[in-house]
């Protein structure tokens, strides 16, 4: 998906309203995207609801924080909701004088903020819906003003919060920190992503992605540098409704290759990942002195020896703790020789050395590199690859004729003719150990389903990253593991079906 400008985002919104849709309207189906991703953070933990306040300002972003608070008065989700308007309620303009209208002529007060007192309620809220600056903002916020310190009284509550198109005090065309700002757990913008959305560190500030259709007409150029954003809008096509006669055969069949002495756990756990990434089998090659663990880490799998052929199944995952002997190189060699679609990870990276080793594979191929694995494949230090890492992930696919997922934040999926994206999901919290072989699963199982490379790399880095952020949500980023991104699949299945309508 094409990224934007902020005076881009501001032109598709006056052509969608010249083409026949009311400005009123565009309010009200982003107001409803973020009313139903605020409940759900306030279904994912209800303490949430305590105190709930929406901080709004005196532009069109205002408009949609006061719709927003009209819907979840509606809702009854949490005991009250609490508007702040920073401005002056006599000189709301246009859609926004009609929302604030509608929310109170619903029972909802707006307190007009005019000094600090009247900051109190977000010291001590529990969520606060920031809807203060949109994307158009184009300086920094004063560091001595009252907005600044509405945005401290926020960050100081320690409340969730979710931006409403963009944190407060970040521009849409500024991948920087240019002043104080509001760090937002969950931002939903509108029709697609903005540039602070897409780089760090500005990204880095934005919580969860949620790009909500909104009925805004396309974007007319295509992003500059070849460089896309990945959404869930983007992968949602790909997974359709399962029929109603469909079986395990018809969802393929994964194997994943890899255990080694002290690293079963590790293919166990890419097994699980695929199991809940939809495959309709999955088989573990294995030493036999690790099948069993196998078995009891992962019950729905079956398991064959390490040298079993692999030539009868639908997709090879190759590399979860396989370690690196002699024996382990010669495994690689045989396994990356069959004709199937296989995803190559951890060990099979570090025992192939280089890029080219995969060339010659004649079935679609992914690699999914962290950036030490990257340097290692370009013979390059992790310091160069992140210096450069869309143009390191295109530089692997390309010698490698393979689609690669550079991991980290912000991932790239890259392909062999220079196409790239950047992956709009995941958290820090997914710094650890295991969270590579839930990837390398997950791609496995997508592979096995039939997706072409490209496909399967992207949804698996997206389906992975949203599965991280959604467990992030409900128990924080700091004791996040790798078996949470597994369980939180389902509902990272769940966004997909939302975008795309069911």
Not at 122 to 138: E, I, K, N, P
Request: proline share 6%; glycine share 14%.
């Amino acid at each position: 998906m094409k990224y934007l400008s902020a005076e881009e985002a501001r032109a598709l919104d006056e052509r969608t309203i010249a083409a026949g849709t009311p400005g009123l309207v565009l309010m009200k189906r982003a107001a409803a995207v973020v009313a139903r991703e605020t409940a759900r953070a306030l279904a994912a933990r209800r303490e949430r609801g305590a105190r709930v306040v929406v901080l709004a300002g005196p532009g069109n972003n205002g408009g949609d924080g006061f719709e927003v608070a009209r819907l979840l008065l509606a809702s009854r989700i949490a005991p009250g909701v609490e508007t702040l308007l920073l401005g002056n309620p006599d000189r709301l303009g246009g859609d926004a004088k009609a929302t604030f209208r509608r929310l109170a002529k619903a029972g909802g007060g707006v307190r007009a903020v005019d000094g600090d007192g009247d900051l109190v309620p977000l010291r001590s809220a529990t969520l606060v819906v920031d809807a203060l600056f949109g994307t158009g903002l184009t300086r920094p916020v004063d560091p001595g003003g009252l907005a600044a310190r509405a945005l401290a009284s926020a960050s100081s509550s320690g409340a969730f919060v979710v931006a409403v198109d963009v944190p407060s005090g970040l521009s849409g065309d500024r991948v920087d920190l240019p002043g104080p700002f509001l760090r937002a757990d969950l931002t939903v913008t509108f029709g697609a992503p903005k540039k602070c959305h897409v780089f760090a560190p500005a990204a880095g500030v934005c919580g969860r992605i949620v790009v909500a259709d909104i009925g805004l007409l396309p974007p007319e150029a295509p992003t500059a540098g070849g460089v896309e954003a990945l959404v869930a809008g983007d992968v949602a096509p790909l997974f359709p409704p399962r029929t109603a006669t469909g079986h395990k055969g018809t969802y393929g069949h994964l194997l994943v290759a890899g255990g080694s002495d002290g690293m079963w756990g590790a293919p166990a756990l890419a097994a699980r990942a695929a199991h809940r990434a939809g495959a309709g089998l999955v088989t573990v090659s294995a030493e036999a002195a690790g099948r069993s663990l196998v078995h009891a880490l992962s019950p729905e799998t079956t398991t064959v020896p390490a040298d079993a052929d692999a030539s009868a199944y639908g997709a090879l995952a190759v590399g979860p703790g396989m370690g690196r002997s002699p024996e382990a190189r010669e495994r690689l060699e045989r396994l990356a020789a069959i004709p199937l679609p296989a995803v190559f990870d951890a060990d099979a990276l570090n025992l192939a050395g280089e890029a080219r080793f995969f060339a010659a594979r004649r079935a679609s191929t992914v690699l999914t590199p962290h950036p030490g694995e990257a340097g290692r494949l370009l013979g390059l230090d992790a310091a160069a690859v992140n210096a450069d890492r869309v143009g390191a992930a295109r530089q692997i696919a390309l010698l490698a004729n393979a689609v690669v997922v550079l991991k980290g934040f912000r991932s790239v999926v890259a392909d062999p003719a220079g196409r790239a994206a950047l992956v709009l999901a995941g958290n820090a919290g997914m710094a650890t150990g295991g969270m590579g072989d839930v990837l390398t699963g997950i791609c496995g199982a997508f592979l096995a389903r039939g997706l072409s490379a490209w496909d399967a790399a992207a949804a698996a880095a997206w389906t992975h990253g949203a599965a991280g952020d959604l467990a992030a949500e409900a128990a924080g980023e700091e004791s996040l593991v790798a078996s949470d991104a597994v369980a939180f699949l389902s509902g990272a299945f769940g966004l997909l079906r939302e975008a795309r309508g069911r």
